[in-house]
């Protein structure tokens, strides 16, 4: 009797062991590593595809954008109990879109961020992607407007190249060259609509041209030694050419001391005239002009403000951003997990002669004061 009982207790431990091993092994089939729903593995996934490592404030790597774009959407799609999320998440549509779903389109941009250069534009996309409701396009920029040889490549082309979005979803798109573009504002609106809105955000030039110096420098290295009119820049194709030396202070500089304005360092913080172009194309109210600093000191006031210019449910939230003392920047906090812009944005700004700065400050007055002018307002650098 005992000895059949012991037979019966070993069959059944080894069923549970089985029932358990089956189950675990069903996990794994059906989830990510991380316990997360198959989905957000990134396999179907359309939206980003390049693959920007995220940091947490210890600047350990470990997770890719895709990947904590899509937790962080599971996350909400899932279980997320907060009210303020409820309120506007139609959930049917807060599915990663796939081009398996009919209703899933590639759509010509509705908005554009045209630029500045080193004015935040990375930032802005970085954490914009977040808003469920947006669907940014997956190459980091297109330049479809401003390069001949990506024009010539036809609209259909540029639309292929935005991410599947939902129906109720926005897509946008970000190239900072447009800004200074010539061609770039009548092709968006004949190309695009004239509806597009428009984003610019603006910096102190001064302190843009040293940013843009470090920029051109690391990707150019010196080999910019003498301006260079790329293949590329043929009329009516005006891009600003850059002259690149050994320092800022001769780059920006002449031999007899006069600041080089054609040099694409100084020309395109000639903010004033640029955005004139613009003006003359779109109406005033569909372009938001953002000061570059209140996205760098108070990100929620920026996005709330691109929120309520894109009509977009408002979404960002205080503890959404994360001040990292190691980046001297915001960053991004969802689901608990930290992400901040890579290397190449908060770079170390070279000590510049002070003489040279005052020079750089006198020669954009007269441009700063037109820009306060045409848009009816002031900027944390005007005094
Ligand atoms: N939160 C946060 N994190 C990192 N960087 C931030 C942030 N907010 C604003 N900025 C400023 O963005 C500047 C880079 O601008 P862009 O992203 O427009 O550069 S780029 O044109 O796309 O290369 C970058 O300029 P530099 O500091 O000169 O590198 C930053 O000052």
Redesign the pocket.
């Known amino acids: 009797m005992v000895a059949r009982i012991r037979l019966v207790a070993v069959f059944c431990t080894f069923d549970v062991l089985v029932f358990v091993l089956c189950i675990l092994a069903f996990r794994t089939v059906t989830h990510g590593r991380n316990n997360k729903p198959s989905f957000v593995s990134g396999a179907n996934l359309q939206q980003s595809i390049y693959d920007i490592s995220l940091s947490n404030d210890t600047g350990n790597h470990f997770v890719t954008e895709n990947k904590t774009i899509l937790s962080f959407h599971a996350s909400v799609y899932g279980n997320d109990s907060s009210t303020s999320m409820k309120t506007f998440i139609n959930r049917t549509d807060y599915r990663p879109c796939s081009w398996k779903i009919t209703e899933c389109r590639r759509k010509l941009p509705q908005a554009i961020v045209i630029g ?8 802005l996309r970085y954490f914009l992607k977040f808003h469920p409701q947006v669907a940014f396009n997956a190459d980091e920029e297109m330049h479809y407007f401003n390069i001949p040889s990506r024009h010539a490549k036809g609209i259909q082309w540029y639309r292929r190249h935005m991410s599947l979005s939902w129906p109720n979803q926005l897509t946008i798109e970000k190239t ?1 060259r447009y800004f200074v573009s010539s061609v770039a504002p009548t092709g968006i609106r004949d190309e695009i609509s004239p509806k597009t809105k428009i984003i610019v ?1 603006l ?1 102190d030039p001064v ?1 843009r041209s ?2 843009d110096y ?2 051109v420098r690391k990707t150019e290295g010196l080999t910019l030694q003498n301006p260079v009119n790329s293949s590329n820049q043929l009329p009516p194709y005006t891009d600003p050419i850059y002259d690149i030396k050994s320092s800022f202070e001769n780059s920006v500089l002449d031999l007899n001391g006069d600041i080089k304005s054609w040099n694409g360092l100084i020309n395109i913080g000639l903010y004033s005239n640029h955005l004139r172009r613009w003006l003359d194309v779109f109406p005033r109210q569909q372009i938001l002009v953002l000061d ?1 600093d209140t ?2 000191h108070d ?1 929620l006031k920026a996005f709330r403000l691109i929120e309520q210019f894109l009509d977009l449910s408002p979404f960002f939230r205080p503890e959404h951003f994360y001040f990292s003392k190691r ?1 001297g ?3 991004l906090k969802m689901s608990g997990k930290v992400s ?2 890579g290397s ?4 170390t ?1 070279p000590t510049v002669d002070q003489s040279v700065i005052d020079k750089l400050k006198a020669f954009y007055e007269p441009y700063d004061k037109e820009l306060m002018e045409l848009l009816g307002r002031n900027f944390s650098w005007i005094s």
């Not at 250069?117 to 990375?122: L, V």
């Not at 190449?344 to 770079?347: F, M, P, Q, T, Y």
């Open positions: 500045v250069k080193k004015c935040g534009t990375g930032t900072p955000l910096r302190k040293i940013s470090l920029a570059s996205l760098t990100p980046k920047f915001y960053c901040c812009q190449s944005k908060g770079r700004h």
